[in-house]
Structure formats: C-alpha cells, structure tokens
C-alpha cells in the first residue's frame, strides 16, 4: 500500500510539474528574404566606386553586384530583387528636362517623404517592387538615387534606406 501510495504521490507530482512548466517556444528556422538580405548585409564589406561618366563616389555593399551598362547616365547595382539606381541629369548640357526626377516620382504615385531646397525623398510602388528614392538638385545637375526591392525585403533593406537617405554627392 505504502509503494502504490508513493508512486501515485509521485506520478502527482511529475503531472503537477509538468503541467505548470512553460511550454519552449518554437523557433522558425526557414531563412526569408528578409532574413537573407539582413544576413548578406551584415557580412558585406563597403565598396567605394568612382563613376567617371556619371562625376559620382558611391560607396555600396559589396553583396550587390555593379551592372555594366552602355547607359552613360546611370550606374547600377544588383543582387537577386534589391537594386540601387544612380543617375544624373545634367541641366547645362541641353538635356531637355521637362520635369525634374521628383515630379516624375510624384507621377508615377510615389508618396513626398521629405524635401528641402537641395533634395527630396520619395517612396513607393512600381509593379511588384516597392522602391524608396532621393533626388538631389545640386543647381548644376539631378542625382537621382533609387532602391528597389521586393516587399519581402521591407526589414532587411532599412540599412540600404539610410544609405539612399543619408546619400550627398
């Protein structure tokens, strides 16, 4: 009598404790999008780049590849759905501009983020891809900075954000 009462006492017990234990909380270990660029990001090295046809430094991580273009206005650079745009427009070269980069942004629905008298910040979506971009007038010239990406990338591209954000030629 005395064992069985022990062992119901115990088997009491260890249901008690078991069943106030919390739970471990699962862990998803799928890498999204999101988590592959963050990833490639914080393992990337920054490349300084000089564009002679373009008169810009830019600096860019190294996960994104530079796209050769015979375009002499815009330099390009690319991993798998993130791309970070550089163009410029020149204003004393005769290149018809009726409307400046950030009206067309306005045109094709992107939202005014901010502006000033030397630039402006836009963001919005072009098809699949949303995109977050600055353009700077810097009297002589529009440089237009633009990263696209797809939404799955919404958190892991906020460092590439402040890079188009903070960017000064």
Do not use: W
């Not at 996960?63 to 163009?87: A, G, I, K, P």
Request: hydrophobic share 35%; glycine share 8%; charged share 25%.
């Amino acid at each position: 009598m005395k064992k069985v009462f022990g062992l119901s006492l115990l088997f009491s017990v260890l249901f008690i404790a078991c069943g106030n234990r919390q739970q471990l909380k699962s862990f998803n270990n799928v890498i999204t999008g999101d988590d592959s660029i963050a990833i490639e990001l914080g393992n990337s090295d920054t490349i300084h780049y000089h564009s002679e046809a373009l008169g810009l430094d830019i600096s860019y991580p190294s996960y994104l590849r530079h796209q050769y273009l015979d375009d002499d206005q815009m330099e390009v650079f690319m991993t798998d759905d993130v791309s970070l745009s550089f163009m410029v427009q020149y204003l004393d070269r005769g290149e018809d501009i009726f409307r400046t980069p950030g009206q067309q942004l306005m045109g094709m629905g992107a939202e005014l983020i901010e502006a000033t008298d030397d630039y402006s910040i836009h963001q919005g979506t072009e098809g699949d891809l949303e995109y977050y971009g600055k353009v700077i007038d810097d009297s002589a010239r529009f440089i237009t900075v633009i990263l696209r990406y797809n939404p799955d990338h919404a958190e892991g591209v906020e460092p590439l954000k402040e890079l188009v954000r903070t960017y000064m030629p």
